[in-house]
């Protein structure tokens, strides 16, 4: 059971070896939501992304729904948006925005390994997060088709 009197943090850092895998093949020109980046210099949520974007929102519900309608709503302007998100395909969220809007879906073999402040204040690292994950793209610059589903694989 979760116990839901811990301070649970939202901000946890891309595996930097899947990040690269996904940049080689995406060339990502702007992230919205770095980790630990000071968000009153600027709020991803505030403005416009670039051409092709990577999001890793933090996983909290209200911020995690925002980054991924935010996405589809810059891949409206015919940007790429592809977003690392924790695999929930019984919510709302998924049914009524991801699925309808989205241009492929990769669903991963393997929990990633995040590194980021735990419950207790402590730097961890290669700590394996509580979810799945899912690779969800939604690509502004191609016309709309059916979505692709797909399993992928990371690297050991």
């Known amino acids: ?15 930097p070896e899947f990040y690269e895998l996904l940049n080689k093949e995406f060339d990502f ?9 000071n968000v009153d210099l ?3 949520l505030k403005i416009d992304w670039e051409e092709r974007n990577f999001i890793n929102p933090p ?8 980054f991924v309608s935010k996405a589809i ?3 409206e302007f015919g940007k790429l948006c592809v977003c690392l998100l924790p695999v929930s395909t019984s919510t709302r969220l998924f049914h009524n925005h991801i699925l309808p809007n ?12 995040f590194s980021g402040i735990n419950s207790k204040g402590e730097l961890v690292t290669n700590k394996t997060g509580m979810h799945d994950s899912m690779i969800v793209i ?11 589903l797909k399993l992928s694989q990371r690297p050991d």
């Open 1 to 15: 059971m979760k116990n839901r009197n811990l301070n649970h943090k939202d901000h946890w850092q891309t595996p």
């Open 29 to 37: 020109n702007f992230d919205p939501c770095p980790y630990q980046h």
């Open 42 to 44: 600027w709020d991803g």
């Open 59 to 66: 996983y909290s519900q209200k911020l995690k729904e925002a």
């Open 73 to 75: 709503e810059q891949a």
């Open 102 to 113: 989205l241009t492929e879906i990769r669903f991963l073999k393997k929990r990633l390994r």
């Open 138 to 148: 939604f690509d502004g610059r191609k016309a709309k088709t059916k979505p692709r």
